[in-house]
């Protein structure tokens, strides 16, 4: 992407535009002035950084890391990455920027936090804030109000400030030019991939190979960790709760009437003439006026079933077009909007939606209703009976708890109730346990939560609520070569041919720097050669590839027709060539201005903030406990 902005430029423009947002932001010590509090991590210009907020944030810093990392960390990251001075930098910034707001008078209103929050729409409920949700959500998240509501008001803070140095971010007519052939450029280039299942036939396999392969790879080659487990399942299906009374059905219908509202459907016709984004000016003009000529035929009295057939280019032609009935929501807004303006047997004016042209005729209306109680009587019954069910199952799920607790083990638990359904099992891993528990995930979760000789709590699953006790537990245990034989053959196997594959694909990329020619290279490796339709930056998705492989192929040129290196996409390698391209249309320049001018305006603003905040940090009086990091 455009870099207008540098970090460290020294240019004349930028050293001018950044000495107009200190004079706007100009500030001194602000803050509270407490340089000798011993549980700071760092002061800015007086202001402490608690320990406690530095732990709090490295935490989350952690937390997001082991995530994105799939849950472990590799060992030496940390120091290599030096996150705990990358998170009292973030601090540190943070707190010159709320300095640096300040100074410049602007505040975040308590109106304005509330505000805020209300539009959230986790908050909401049908539509309108809900203080009982939000406190859940809180409560939920280990989040108190008022820390929720300062980190609230430092975002919209941080969103001030960007709005103000905005401002200052102009864009001038080149630069949209620029940004504008950049995204809207589009060029075709070829591509021959070699797939490492295609060399799969060419691997050498031996037993030594084999042997080798496992000596060197057999931390990949453990069991899987079993369990044996005795467990008590509480079905909701065996419970024989009371028919409910007719109050209490006609209680359940008044208290969920929405249930029962069906709202207006309507029945349409449509007859389409597809457009892309990346039409032309002239096909879209051509395709405009073909859709005007279909709408004089219909509203002159022509079969419109017979239009679609004829001239519609979905999949519905053959069926005269006919959608059938659908309620609102489940159509593209311009689409839904026109139907549900339109009187029975009405056709609509040409309506353009991301699909392209639209004629709509409008066949039906069926009006919302509320199904009467007759209808839905039975359904209402099975639904209270499945509820009560439910809960009668967690009332004996409880009671035999506390029974087992009381009784100390689940083995004296049945020794007093001989009833007692135990059920058990023999050694099972995660993915082949015994049949009965297939229809029970949670279970399974749960058993291999626990060590030997530890009980679950009560486990809510889709069949009703269940105890587990793990009577035994097998860790991973390396397996030997002949246990594992025909899974080290598969593997070996995969990586040989990857290797195979990526050389083959080296291979080529070097003939054609050395002047050779993709096609006949191609040929003499059995390899086809496929060429992507035009694409652009803006519009990558026609080339139906992988995003690495586009990403390189939007690189080439001209004069730079050839990538370094060949692009791998899982066990797949890609070698490209640069086919042709052209410029684009001006025309679109104006369709498009107002989008490319924010993008511009917004990475310059960002740039901007960085800079600035820069100069803050240079400027400030900063002092880090490097005892406590």
């Known amino acids: 992407m455009l870099k207008f902005l540098r970090r460290k430029a020294q240019s004349p423009t930028l050293q001018i535009t950044i000495l107009i947002i200190i004079v706007v932001f100009v500030f001194w010590g602000v803050g509270r002035q407490n340089n000798g509090s011993r549980s700071a991590v760092a002061t800015v210009n007086g202001h402490t950084i608690e320990y406690q907020e530095y732990q709090k944030e490295y935490n989350q810093t952690m937390s997001r890391l082991r995530e994105r990392l799939g849950g472990k960390i590799p060992k030496g990251l940390l120091e290599s990455l030096d996150i705990k001075h990358q998170v009292i930098d973030r601090l540190i910034q943070r707190t010159l920027m709320r300095q640096g707001a300040r100074a410049a008078g602007l505040r975040v209103s308590d109106a304005e936090l509330q505000q805020a929050i209300n539009k959230m729409p986790v908050f909401q409920k049908n539509g309108a804030f809900n203080l009982t949700l939000y406190n859940n959500i809180l409560t939920a998240s280990r989040l108190n109000a008022s820390k929720f509501e300062a980190g609230m008001r430092y975002d919209l803070l941080a969103n001030k400030v960007k709005r103000q140095i905005s401002h200052f971010a102009e864009v001038s007519p080149a630069e949209l030019k620029i940004l504008y052939n950049y995204n809207y450029t589009s060029l075709k280039f070829s591509y021959a991939a070699f797939k490492a299942l295609d060399f799969s036939d060419r691997v050498q396999v031996s037993p030594k190979k084999l042997q080798d392969f496992y000596n060197k790879h057999k931390a990949n080659y453990f069991s899987a960790p079993q369990r044996r487990i005795k467990y008590l399942l509480f079905s909701a299906a065996a419970q024989k709760a009371k028919a409910p009374s007719a109050d209490d059905i006609k209680t359940y219908y008044q208290n969920n009437i929405q249930r029962f509202t069906i709202p207006e459907r309507r029945d349409a016709s449509h007859i389409l003439i597809m457009s892309k984004s990346s039409d032309s000016p002239q096909q879209i003009a051509a395709k405009r006026k073909k859709i005007n000529e279909i709408l004089a035929l219909a509203r002159a009295g022509k079969d419109f079933a017979a239009l679609a057939r004829k001239y519609s280019q979905d999949n519905l032609a053959g069926r005269g077009g006919d959608l059938g009935f659908f309620s609102r929501g489940q159509m593209v807004k311009p689409f839904e909007n026109a139907v549900f303006s339109l009187k029975v047997g009405q056709i609509s004016g040409v309506v353009k939606t991301q699909f392209g042209f639209h004629i709509i005729k409008l066949n039906k209306i069926e009006p919302a209703r509320i199904k009467p109680l007759k209808e839905v009587r039975k359904q209402i019954i099975a639904t209270i009976m499945l509820e009560m069910n439910q809960n009668l199952a967690f009332k004996a799920a409880n009671k035999a708890y506390e029974q087992i607790i009381l009784a100390g083990s689940l083995d004296k638990y049945k020794a007093k ?173 104006a369709k498009n201005k107002a989008g490319l001018e924010n993008q511009i305006r917004n990475e310059k603003s960002n740039e901007l903030l960085t800079a600035w905040i820069e100069y803050l940090q240079k400027k400030a009086e900063i002092k880090i406990n490097e005892k406590l990091l």
Request: glycine fraction near 4%; avoid cysteine; charged fraction near 25%.
């Open 417 to 589: 109730t001989p009833a007692a359904a135990i059920k058990e099992t023999g050694f099972f891993t995660r993915r082949n346990p015994p049949p009965p528990l297939k229809a029970l995930p949670a279970v399974i979760k749960k058993s291999f939560a626990l060590n030997k000789g530890e009980l679950s709590s009560i486990i809510n699953t889709d069949k009703g609520y269940a105890i587990v006790y793990v009577e035994d537990a097998k860790a991973p245990a390396q397996e030997d070569f002949k246990t594992v034989k025909a899974q080290v053959k598969q593997d070996f196997i995969t990586q040989e041919s990857v290797k195979l594959a990526k050389e083959a694909a080296d291979k080529m990329l070097a003939a054609l720097h050395k002047k050779g020619k993709l096609a006949e290279l191609a040929a003499k490796a059995g390899v086809e050669v496929m060429t992507t339709p035009y694409i652009t930056r803006a519009a990558s998705s026609a080339a139906q590839l992988p995003a690495p492989v586009i990403k390189e192929g939007l690189r080439l040129s001209a004069l730079d027709p050839l990538p370094k290196d060949v692009t791998a996409v899982g066990n797949t390698f890609y070698v490209l060539e640069f086919k042709e391209s052209k410029a684009p249309s001006p025309s679109l320049l």
